[in-house]
């Protein structure tokens, strides 16, 4: 489909006949589109293969893309590679108004009572990930972060019984649906790439697990607190219970919401900090303040460690996990006097937006300090920082995300000093979550210094 009416988007130049600019974004998609924003500006047109595809970049083309109904910029037509992990009927596999329902089940596992939990657990698991490391050494940073959120996720969201075979056959499973989510799948989700058997067979798997503790719990009577309770307690509008296999579509959408991309996040948010030792004092002696009468973690703690707030969102700035968002254009979308018809691809890309000048300054830099008074540079607009989404679609795990990223490094920087093994990797464009080139290593020793925590 091409666009040639008189107010077209700007194509990007150097498409190629049949590809378009395929080659490119699978070589560097990031570089790609910052090129078609310095060319072009706010809205840019490239194609991938026969796609036509629109690129809005800056806060006020955010505002238009994330402001757009349902009905007009669509996700769930773009999100169909997400089906054979969540399953038939669960997410956007669902009517809008019951993907509304299920999203709106996963509100009481993150209302404030729940979050003073979380805080307790997710120190108890970044401890016990700590006490296994020994006084020295070397981890990949990538695996052992993938590693540890997962654990947290589960023991979180789905309680004692999965997060106890984590490291028997839950972790392995859940880290073949991961790979099931690359670039290929996403235009070709049923494809029997070896990925995607792999993805298949590791749903199975999974279900059976959960359907196991589910048919248990009920002949058992236990109701423990856990959100995969709460969704066998849940009822639809309509009074209907979930099944199992809605269960489970549910709690995987609400794990590959925050899991994966908390593990990358927390990956970038190490590699970062230890480029940053000035930084890392400020973090420490923030740390010391903070529990120097409680020596406890909690969620009034984590809540007033600012410093590390600040390089959590400077990670999710550099490096977002998603570095793109996007829809498909159901009905024209009119912007700044340019037409995008029915048909094409509307997209954000967090990488290219977080890295304006106008809105950050020295973009290129970590400078965790441009979200503190007074420059908050996040502030200034609702959509410049996107790392988690905008509009309705926003990932509603955000604050989830930052407890979690927040409880992991004061465990790990409380007891450790770092230091990167190499130079800073490369983002793997090859994964829909986009974290660093892998083996990714870092050095580790054991702190002489006092715990801050008891």
């Given amino acids: 489909m091409a666009l040639q009416t008189e107010q077209a988007v700007p194509e990007l130049a150097g498409g190629w006949p049949l590809i378009g600019h395929l080659r490119d974004f699978l070589q ?3 570089s790609m589109l910052g090129r078609g924003w310095r060319e072009h500006g706010e809205l840019v047109r490239f194609r991938l293969g026969p796609r036509d595809c629109v690129l809005f970049t800056g806060p006020e083309a955010h505002d238009a893309y994330f402001r757009a109904p349902e009905d007009q910029l669509d996700a769930k037509a773009v999100y169909q590679f997400t089906v054979p992990i969540f399953g038939r009927g669960v997410a956007y596999d669902a009517a809008p108004e019951i993907m509304d329902q299920q999203l709106g089940f996963l509100y009481p596992a993150l209302r404030e009572s729940a979050m003073r939990r979380f805080a307790r657990l997710m120190f108890e698991e970044a401890s016990l990930f700590a006490n296994g490391l020994g006084d020295a050494g070397t981890i990949d940073l990538p695996q052992a972060m993938n590693k540890l959120t997962v654990r947290i996720a589960s023991r979180c969201l789905l309680g004692r019984e999965v997060r106890d075979q984590v490291d028997t056959g839950f972790a392995e499973a859940y880290h ?3 790979k099931g989510i690359n670039t290929l799948g996403f235009f070709f989700p049923r494809l029997p790439t070896p990925a995607h058997r792999r993805r298949d067979r590791a749903r199975r798997r999974v279900v059976a697990l959960f359907s196991r503790i589910m ?7 236990a109701r423990p607190d856990d959100f995969m309770q709460t969704l066998m307690a849940a009822r639809y509008k309509d009074g209907r219970a979930l099944t199992d296999d809605e269960i489970s579509g549910i709690i995987l959408t609400a794990l590959f919401a925050g899991q994966h991309t908390s593990a990358v996040l927390a990956t970038w948010t190490g590699l970062e900090l230890l480029r940053a030792p000035s930084y890392l004092d400020l973090i420490r002696n923030e740390m010391r303040e903070v529990y120097r009468e409680t020596e406890a973690m909690s969620l009034t703690g984590l809540k007033q460690q600012l410093a590390l707030e600040y390089a959590v969102r400077e990670n999710e700035r550099l490096h977002p996990p998603l570095i793109l968002l996007i829809r498909k254009v159901l009905r024209t979308v009119e912007y700044t006097g340019h037409t995008i018809p029915a048909g094409a691809l ?39 920082l996107i790392g988690f989404g905008g509009g309705k679609h926003r990932c509603m795990g955000k604050h989830f995300a930052y407890l979690q990223l927040k ?32 083996p990714c290593r870092i050095r580790y020793k054991r702190r002489t210094k006092a715990s801050v925590f008891r």
């Fill in 28 to 30: 560097d998609p990031v």
């Fill in 176 to 178: 073949d649906l991961q």
């Fill in 215 to 221: 048919t248990e719990r009920r002949r058992s009577g």
């Fill in 346 to 384: 509307a997209m954000v890309s967090p990488a290219v937006s977080h890295r304006l000048p106008e809105v950050f300054a020295d973009p290129e830099r970590f400078v965790p300090e441009r979200f503190a008074p007074p420059a908050s540079e996040d502030k200034q607009h609702d959509y410049a």
């Fill in 407 to 438: 409880a992991i490094w004061s465990v790990l920087l409380d007891r450790f000093d770092f230091r990167a093994d190499g130079a800073v990797p490369a983002p793997d464009y090859g994964s829909w979550v986009t974290g660093p080139e892998t």
